[in-house]
Each structure stands twice: as C-alpha cells, then as structure tokens.
C-alpha cells in the first residue's frame, strides 16, 4: 500500500541514520549560502573561499545555526564546490602566474540554479530535522 509503520524502537534507530544526512545537507546548504555572500561581485581563490567558508561555518555552529559539527568537513565542502560547479550555481577558473596555477571562483549570471538547489536542499533537511 506505500505505507510504512514504525515502531518507537524503529524511530529511535532510524536517528542514526539521519545523522548522517543532516551533517551532509547542512555543508551543502552551508557552501551554497557561503558562495552567493562570499562571491558577490567578487571572485576568490580556492584557498580564500575554503578559509572562509571555514571559519562561517564555524561561526554558524557557535551560534547555534548549524546542528552537526560534521558539516564542516573540508571533504564535502570540496565535493560540494564541484557539485555545485558542474551543475552551473558556481564559475570555477584555473589561472597560471608564475608557474603556479591557481583556482579561482566567481558566481555565474544567472542564479536560477542557487535558488533550485538551496529549497532542494531545504526540502531535504527539513523532515530530516523534524523527525529527530
């Protein structure tokens, strides 16, 4: 029928496995709102934007904002980056000065595709939290 019921038992266990997933949707959430305030108007290197992206989300969780401290991993900020690169939210460039090549990010036109990830994302979590 489509139906699932859970014991409180099932409920208690199923916590562990959104855990998890809250820490994931929350650094993707974290790195797509870190982008549309660190790079508007401006472009920044890789190591600048990690940095602050870093130190925001360790603010966020002082104050409370973000629920799971395993969302600051600098892993998923990188795959997170990549995502969002591939998927057109964030410009991603290599330059070369001095033999030494750099990567920089910048925001494209268009923001269509931020707006479409960030209540994706929002539609993620929000049961996520709720059942908790």
């Known amino acids: 029928t489509g139906e ?20 994931y949707f ?9 982008l549309g305030s660190f790079l508007d108007q ?4 890789e190591k600048e934007l990690m940095k602050r ?4 989300g360790h603010k966020l969780h002082k104050r409370g904002l973000l629920d799971r401290s395993e969302a600051l991993s600098r892993v998923t900020f990188e795959n997170a ?3 969002y690169h591939q998927r057109g939210v ?9 033999g030494k090549v ?4 910048s925001l494209p036109q268009d923001h269509e595709a931020s707006h479409i990830f ?3 994302i929002q539609g993620f979590l929000s049961p996520l939290k709720t059942g908790l």
């Open 4 to 23: 699932y019921r859970a014991t409180v038992t099932g409920l208690k266990s199923l916590n562990y496995f959104a855990a998890p997933l809250i820490a």
């Open 90 to 98: 964030v410009v991603r460039r290599q330059t070369a000065e001095g």
């Open 26 to 34: 929350e650094s993707y959430q974290m790195v797509l709102k870190g």
């Open 118 to 120: 960030a209540q994706r």
């Open 102 to 105: 750099a990567t920089n990010y």
């Open 42 to 45: 401006k472009t920044l290197t």
């Open 53 to 56: 992206l870093q130190s925001g």
């Open 81 to 83: 980056l990549s995502f």
